[in-house]
């Protein structure tokens, strides 16, 4: 694959296409590119906005003319000052994904004023808890400020709009969510619901708009551990939802709060209470949601992770043989419902005392967990008298001792949780996209380095659904003959972390699981690419 002639860092193969693209465009360039035998050489490369920090999509098409404009700007050539501005920007690179900001269309609103000397713009970072937002403020006021006309610099630091990753109908309380992050352990005791608070309270500290639900109807732990002065939920009269329940920043909500106390019903009826609550409460823009997932691996844990789309989860142990045998069942289970598992927290492992360091409970569970399910990252974290107190008095250990050992210890998991939703939302948005240059289906899907093509015509003839298969005798209603060979798909997007939604030109919208997609016959003989318009 030739690299682009007269483009710096922004150019890219166009095997690294990518969907979700956000408006806008940052440069574009004329200049040669070959691709599987054909020459595109009258065709404009185009680097968009995108809503995750990854490598920047390369889509081609035929060009009419030469002005082009960044987002939020007047419309000028970028040419000159502003090319200048983001030659030098592209030097910053995302330390996580080997990628420079301005490819990761991080740069927005940008002005110059070559005369003066002034350059402004915005960097619209992907979550508000951008572990590294203040190097990237840092470092753009320097390479600009190195440019020899430039005589002041103003940046400006945003985040995108919270925003699911999910093209199914969600219920309207979840739609302005960008991560549900599960803490589960499916055993009782071990600590879960301390991680979930502290883990909520260490992403708000970190300037993210979060939430946290308890979803255990049984025996509700968040009215222990914080203390609002407000303890009963409201309902709106109007719109009949819940109004959360607020402190220190972070919206709350719990069957506890409800004036209820402890539940005793049937599982059917608990399942039915946690998605009422989880579903119309007015929870507003969340970056993080935080669900404190109940011991088990029952009803009420299907019904959330199948009714919500869950992001991730982290999941809590303790160094006994006995705590890791329930873990393994709900990290089996995450993996039978495609949420990934980014994280275990392996709690009360170790005390100090005369010098030396003492494991009471044993050694080796969360390890364990590590080796057998390839889950990344382990943390650990001591028996702490202060960690107990704090959940006892109603207020978090982060918020009471934000500069001791357990604080540092949840801000190195609030990293691990940002870093690894942000991957996970990039690999989501960009698992199916169609190559409309070869009018092929790219798949790539999460988790796996390979990536493979598939015949439109082949995706839509394998329709599961009732209106292309009869569900009780299994007999093919959609024949072959129905799907024309050049049919090609309106929109690809994705559904949780298990499917994509595909529409086509007939009205249609199908599903299709990544396994289905798997299983579909390949493309091995590449169609040649569509001949300019």
């Known amino acids: 694959m030739q690299l682009l002639q007269g483009v710096t860092a922004l150019s ?12 806008g465009v940052l440069l574009q360039k004329r200049a040669p590119f070959v691709h599987m035998g054909g020459c595109y050489s009258d065709y404009l490369i185009q680097e968009r906005f995108f809503k995750c920090p990854h490598p920047a999509l390369s889509i081609l098409r035929p060009i009419r003319g030469k002005a082009a404009s960044v987002e939020g700007t007047s419309s000028v050539s970028i040419d000159g000052a502003e090319k200048d501005v983001l030659s030098a920007l592209s030097q910053i690179i995302d330390p996580d994904f080997g990628t420079d900001i301005v490819s990761c269309g991080f740069v927005k609103d940008l002005h110059v004023e070559e005369l003066l000397g002034e350059v402004s713009f915005r960097l619209e970072l992907t979550t508000p808890a951008c572990p590294i937002k203040g190097m990237f403020e840092q470092r753009a006021n320097e390479v600009v400020a190195m440019l020899p006309w430039v005589k002041k610099v103003n940046v400006k630091m945003s985040a995108q709009p919270a ?9 309207k309380g979840l739609q302005t969510i960008s991560n549900i992050i599960a803490v589960s352990s499916c055993k009782g005791g071990v600590g879960k619901s301390t991680i979930a608070v502290n883990l909520a309270y260490t992403l708000a500290g970190m300037g993210a708009k979060v939430g946290i639900f308890d979803a255990d109807v049984y025996g509700p732990s968040l009215p222990t551990m914080v203390s609002p002065e407000s303890r009963l939920l409201e309902m709106n009269p109007e719109t009949r939802t819940i109004i959360p329940i607020e402190y220190l920043g972070v919206k709350l909500i719990s069957f506890g709060f409800a004036g209820q106390g402890r539940a005793i019903m049937r599982g059917p009826m608990v399942s039915g209470v946690i998605d009422q609550l989880l579903t119309t409460t007015e929870w507003g823009e969340l970056d993080y949601l935080v669900i404190d997932m109940p011991p088990g691996t029952g009803d009420i844990q299907l019904t959330l992770c199948q009714v919500v789309p869950l992001t991730a989860a982290v999941i809590v142990t303790t160094p006994q043989k006995l705590a890791f045998i329930d873990v393994a069942k709900g990290v089996r289970m995450f993996s039978k419902l495609k949420v990934p ?3 275990v927290v392996e709690n009360m492992c170790h005390f100090d005392a005369d010098g030396k360091r003492y494991y009471p409970f044993g050694k080796g569970s969360g390890a364990q967990v590590v ?10 974290l001591p028996i702490q008298p202060n960690l107990s107190a704090s959940g006892d008095s109603g207020m978090p250990e982060v918020v009471v001792d934000p500069q001791g050992q357990v604080a540092k210890t949840f801000q190195d998991l609030g990293v691990c949780v940002v870093q690894q939703c942000a991957k996970i939302r990039q690999q989501v948005s960009t698992a199916v996209t169609y190559d409309k240059s070869i009018r092929a289906i790219r798949v790539k899907v999460p ?6 093509l598939l015949h439109p015509a082949t995706v839509r003839r394998n329709d599961r659904s009732a209106q292309s298969v009869d569900e009780w005798t299994g007999e093919q209603k959609l024949q072959c003959s129905d799907i024309p060979e050049d049919i090609e798909p309106e ?4 559904m949780g972390n298990y499917a994509v939604s595909i529409t086509w030109p007939d009205g249609f919208s199908q599903t299709a699981p990544y396994d289905q997609l798997e299983s579909i016959e390949r493309l091995v003989d590449l169609p040649q690419p569509a001949a300019a318009v």
């Open 371 to 380: 080796q057998q399910f390839g889950i990344p990252h382990l943390f650990d």
């Open 447 to 452: 988790a796996s380095d390979e990536e493979f």
């Open 341 to 343: 598992c980014v994280a």
């Open 12 to 23: 890219l193969p166009l095997s690294m296409s990518r969907t979700n693209i956000n408006r």
């Open 491 to 494: 929109e690809i997007r994705p």
């Open 163 to 171: 925003k699911p990753v999910f093209a199914g109908q969600l219920p």
